[in-house]
């Protein structure tokens, strides 16, 4: 299987598609200007505590106020606290974390009420986004994430992921990173470490206690609360640093910023992969060239169809998702009702597991599956669903089929899931249900052009229009854009965009600004 990862970086947002052998399987779309991040750092104040749900909220800058329980204070709490005091006290200099004396571990059992007070300052990171109705929700467990490590201040252990089986490469590693981290830290060793060299763990972990010290840097001179002190790395960044595998045959990014710093974080944690990180330069857009556009299109929505008729419905409720399988128009097996309904089965567990990391579902998932009367088919669905979803990164518990045919999935959810619209607005009519003819379309196009050129004197300007528009416009030998081109000048660049709905248009300029060229909403 081969993976690649597409990066589009548009002036307002950035989408990143994951593709395994040219399906798209995961898809992330993040607006440039987003407040929020799991990972990101907080200098915040306790607003109201809560005792009875021995839990507080915490003023983290966001609309509403983030909520913080008493068992995520962790258990070196009162280290922490003190530790924040003697930064404050001295905002010129900083005192060193080895230093800091490791007090007793909070109470399991305590409360909220004797551990915090009103106004209160607290170092804090979100763990879980804005989600629907509800705040972040909050961790006083810091930790800055690597490739292969994973810092935590104030805690003087090192864990080994579990899934390093090895007891001897268990041993090498724990035994190595004791030796080499600094005191008051503890880390965690990620499953990609195995076999790593102490050069390349060292190299992370010294970038690691680099961020710990810009942040608490940023804490000691922070101008007022709350204040951000640890942005995550880039969404694109971050997403590679979990993502990123052998197996990866290219990253294409259409921006030279954000494809310089995806190169240089490459070069980082796999210089010898470094080359797989391309710029994009074609004229169509990046989407489009990869044909995750269109698979985008078919992708989300309410009805999802997978094979032979048959197709999946996914509805989005505040308190779970509901999947629902149906045959369709698709003809009967001649094995059989059974057969039939095994296929159809088994087909929704591979598509349904592709859904749920692409829309990034989580929660509590009721898939009603069609009936099935044997139990061996029953278990064969269960291992296929099981089997798929160890693809995933996210964590998950499935339960085998009920008595009325239902699976039950929970998934691990951090952000709120992904719902991209695929239902297009009428840019001509706005709903109103009354267009100007159609036919007259390329005239109106021919006169923006017009105004464009001759009274706005922009010469050299990219129109985007839908591929059967832009078919049309370049078709014969003397084709309309050739026309356009010979009345206005050859500055003027058309290029089919998928994207955009049939008579809808868009221009942009040299720089790959939008110029606004939009017609009126009130149709006269």
């Known amino acids: 299987m081969t993976s690649e990862l597409v990066v589009d970086v548009q002036p307002k947002e950035i989408s990143i598609a994951l593709l395994e052998d040219k399906a798209l399987v995961e898809f992330q779309k993040e607006g440039r200007s987003a407040s929020f991040n799991v990972g990101n750092m907080y200098l915040g104040r306790v607003k109201k505590l809560m005792p009875g749900l021995n839990a507080c909220f915490v003023d983290v800058g966001f609309e509403k106020d983030a909520f913080l329980h008493y068992l995520d204070l962790g258990p070196q709490f009162h280290s922490y606290q003190k530790y924040l005091k003697q930064v404050l006290s001295d905002r010129k200099k900083l005192f060193p974390i080895t230093k800091a004396t490791m007090l007793p571990d909070i109470e399991k059992e305590g409360t909220v009420s004797t551990t915090l007070q009103q106004g209160q300052e607290v170092i804090v990171q979100i763990v879980k986004e804005p989600i629907s109705t509800k705040g972040p929700r909050l961790t006083c467990e810091l930790s800055f994430a690597g490739r292969y490590l994973v810092l935590i201040p104030f805690n003087d252990k090192v864990s080994v992921s579990q899934k390093i089986k090895s007891s001897e490469e268990r041993a090498r590693l724990k035994q190595l990173l004791q030796s080499i981290k600094p005191?008051?830290?503890?880390?965690?060793?990620?499953?990609?470490?195995?076999?790593?060299?102490?050069?390349?763990?060292?190299?992370?972990?010294?970038?690691?206690?680099?961020?710990?010290?810009?942040?608490?840097?940023?804490?000691?001179?922070?101008?007022?609360?709350?204040?951000?002190?640890?942005?995550?790395?880039?969404?694109?960044?971050?997403?590679?640093?979990?993502?990123?595998?052998?197996?990866?045959?290219?990253?294409?990014?259409?921006?030279?910023?954000?494809?310089?710093?995806?190169?240089?974080?490459?070069?980082?944690?796999a210089p010898e992969r470094a080359e797989i990180v391309k710029l994009y330069k074609g004229q169509l857009p990046i989407f489009d060239n990869f044909g995750i556009t269109k698979q985008i299109k078919s992708s989300f929505g309410k009805t999802i169809s997978y094979k032979s008729g048959a197709y999946l419905i996914i509805e989005h409720t505040e308190a779970l998702h509901v999947v629902d399988v149906n045959s369709g128009n698709r003809s009967k097996s001649a094995n059989g009702q059974e057969a039939n309904a095994l296929d159809v089965n088994l087909g929704a567990a591979d598509e349904l597991a592709r859904q749920l990391r692409l829309r990034d579902m989580g929660g509590i998932i009721v898939v009603d599956f069609?009936?099935?009367?044997?139990?061996?088919?029953?278990q064969k669905l269960y291992e296929r669903m099981c089997q798929n979803m160890q693809k995933d990164r996210a964590k998950h518990n499935i339960l085998p089929l009920s008595k009325f045919g239902l699976m039950q999935i929970t998934r691990q959810r951090v952000r709120p899931a992904m719902d991209v619209n695929t239902n297009e607005t009428?840019?001509?009519?706005?709903?109103?249900?009354?267009?100007?003819?159609?036919?007259?379309?390329?005239?109106?196009?021919?006169?923006?052009?017009?105004?464009?050129?001759?009274?706005?004197?922009?010469?050299?300007?990219?129109?985007?229009?839908?591929?059967?528009?832009?078919?049309?416009?370049?078709?014969?030998?003397?084709?309309?854009?050739?026309?356009?081109?010979?009345?206005?000048?050859?500055?003027?660049?058309?290029?089919?965009?998928?994207?955009?709905?049939?008579?809808?248009?868009?221009f942009t300029d040299v720089h790959g600004e939008e110029i606004d060229m939009k017609e009126e909403i009130e149709i006269k």
């Not at 009936?371 to 029953?378: G, T, V």
């Not at 009519?429 to 922009?458: A, R």
């Not at 078709?475 to 709905?501: E, H, N, T």
């Open 183 to 269: 005191k008051n830290f503890g880390v965690i060793v990620r499953t990609v470490a195995e076999g790593k060299r102490v050069a390349e763990l060292d190299a992370e972990l010294k970038v690691l206690l680099k961020h710990w010290e810009e942040t608490i840097t940023k804490v000691q001179k922070a101008p007022k609360l709350p204040a951000l002190v640890y942005e995550e790395t880039s969404r694109t960044v971050a997403m590679l640093r979990d993502l990123f595998n052998p197996s990866y045959e290219n990253i294409y990014v259409n921006d030279e910023t954000v494809f310089h710093e995806i190169k240089d974080y490459v070069s980082l944690i």
């Open 370 to 378: 069609i009936d099935m009367n044997l139990a061996e088919n029953r």
């Open 426 to 506: 009428c840019p001509t009519c706005f709903g109103k249900g009354s267009i100007k003819p159609s036919i007259l379309f390329t005239d109106t196009l021919e006169s923006k052009i017009d105004y464009l050129v001759n009274k706005l004197k922009i010469k050299r300007f990219t129109l985007y229009i839908h591929p059967y528009i832009a078919a049309y416009v370049n078709q014969g030998l003397v084709s309309l854009k050739r026309k356009w081109q010979m009345k206005y000048g050859f500055g003027i660049k058309i290029i089919p965009d998928q994207s955009l709905a049939f008579l809808q248009y868009r």
